[in-house]
């Protein structure tokens, strides 16, 4: 990203601005010399390699404050907050306060990890254009929800690996949201839906969970489709209620659950699913 190499050396007071080669964990690094990215904001975590590269320096206590911060300072149309590798600790909920907004890791060696029944762990609520990406979740409390949308539109969650212990991702009242390529392990609930509309689940591995995709409430003409369920207590998918109507079930593999499919929905396309 620079021309030349940072060297961090100099001591700031906590919190006071500074420039990159004055760096050190308790300010936030500037320089005029330096191109500045508009919409888009970088967080390190206390063990990112290079801690040069960002906006904000997390010191692993209570991160949420910086990432917090940083979505914060995004454009009130939205933008990009990247987290670099490393493990980011939280005591608190990252709440998501606006809309356009995306959160983007470095793949699975960028951790949130909640330090005590911090749940949900990341949150937004009728923030549409949501994007989370490319980042692993892990809880240590009870009752630990991964990521909360509730009354979103078009959001998405991508390459997520989430290890929680009530559900790894829950969407409520969201239209036209996706989650895919991710991985929901070891919950009550790899996945759910509630009341949720023309939604795509597709191409994701959820195991050992009670359930592993559940879905309920007035939630219809959903697509689930191409995920990988296996080993899930109850089942692996799970249509609730007559509520739902008009779902597609298509493509899954659901093997080694108590019951691979259970389908209580109207209307419900079952097809090309195997099952044990």
Known sequence: MFDTPIRHAATKVPGERG?????????????????????????????????GRADYVC??????????????????????????????????????????????????NTKIKETGNVSPMIQAVGRDYTIIKMIALESIGEDVTGISFTNQNHCKIENVWSETTAECFYLYNCNYCTITL???????????LWSCKYCILSMNYVKNNIDGIDIRGDSDNNIIESNICMNNEDTGILIAEATCNKNLVHGNICIGNGTDINNQGRDTTLADNVTT
């Open 182 to 192: 991710s991985e929901g392990n070891n919950a009550t609930k790899g996945i759910q």
């Open 59 to 108: 010191d692993g206590v209570a991160d949420q404050v910086e990432i917090i911060t940083a979505i914060d300072n995004l454009p009130a149309g939205g933008g990009k907050v990247v987290l670099l590798e490393g493990t980011y600790k939280i005591n608190d909920t990252i709440g998501i306060n606006k809309a356009n907004v995306t959160i983007e890791g470095q793949g699975k």
């Open 19 to 51: 420039y990159a080669s004055e760096w050190n964990a308790d300010h936030i690094i500037t320089s005029d010399l330096l191109p500045r990215r508009s919409a888009t904001i970088i967080v390190a975590a206390s063990d990112s390699l290079d801690k």
